[in-house]
């Protein structure tokens, strides 16, 4: 099994430019996640999703949007990019909504705006 | 703003030593886990401990719980330069539906 996988691993954008990370699992997780990594601070939630055609706010939604079309992908769209968002950004799942359950994380993408 | 907190930010010690961590938080929890980033990597699950458990363990890891002062610690012993990492803790609230929140991270340096 691959996990979950992230692409691309490194992008530049230019302030305004739109992009879109995927995110994949093959573990057949309904949960998944996505967060963002900066200096100093822990993860912060941007969007979740609690099963295909479903997704919810998390902490910090705003400049972020997000579509889970397929159970087994979960993509994050940035439709203006702006330098604040330059971050690293983690995609995450888990089995169930239970807490009990551990998230299992992609490697990272590092976004840098300029 | 964030629910854990770590302390310390950072910790320097000599392999074989013991590593302390601690993590406070501020609502009501379901479970606490603690999770290890090494650098440039994603978060690697640790252990899981309930809002019911006081303490557990898991090979050289030691998590312990105190609801009523709202901590946490997690203890490596006989440290070696490959726990080299940043530790968080993460936090699952009592109406969190699987979500979690995370604190800052205390960064772990084991020198040989």
């Known amino acids: 099994n691959a996990g979950v996988t992230q692409t691309p691993k490194f992008r530049v954008l230019k302030t305004g430019q739109s992009m879109t990370l995927l995110c994949a699992q093959d573990?057949?997780?309904?949960?998944m996640y996505w967060y963002r990594q900066d200096p100093g601070m822990g993860l912060r939630l941007i969007h979740y999703s609690v099963g295909e055609g479903t997704t919810a706010k998390g902490e910090v939604p705003d400049g972020y949007n997000v579509s889970r079309l397929k159970k087994q992908n979960f993509l994050l769209g940035l439709e203006s990019a702006a330098p604040s968002q330059t971050s690293v950004y983690f995609c995450?799942?888990?089995?169930?909504?239970?807490?009990?359950?551990?998230?299992?994380f992609g490697p990272g993408t590092r976004l840098t705006v300029l | 703003s964030q629910q854990g907190e770590e302390d310390p930010q950072a910790l320097s010690i000599q392999e074989g030593e013991n590593a302390t961590m601690n993590c406070s938080y501020k609502?009501?929890?379901?479970?606490l886990q603690w999770y290890r980033q090494n650098s440039g990597r994603g978060l690697v699950h640790l252990i899981l401990?309930?809002?019911?458990?006081r303490e557990k363990h898991s090979g050289r890891l030691r998590v312990t719980l105190d609801t009523s002062k709202k901590s946490s610690s997690l203890l490596i012993t006989a440290s070696r330069a490959a726990d080299t990492a940043s530790y968080f803790c993460a936090t699952a609230g009592t109406d969190s539906w699987g979500k979690f929140q995370f604190g800052a991270g205390t960064q772990v340096v084991v020198t040989p």
């Open positions: 401990i309930r809002s019911n458990e």
């Open positions: 573990m057949n997780h309904e949960y």
């Open positions: 609502t009501s929890i379901n479970n």
């Open positions: 995450a799942s888990s089995y169930s909504p239970g807490a009990d359950n551990e998230q299992f």
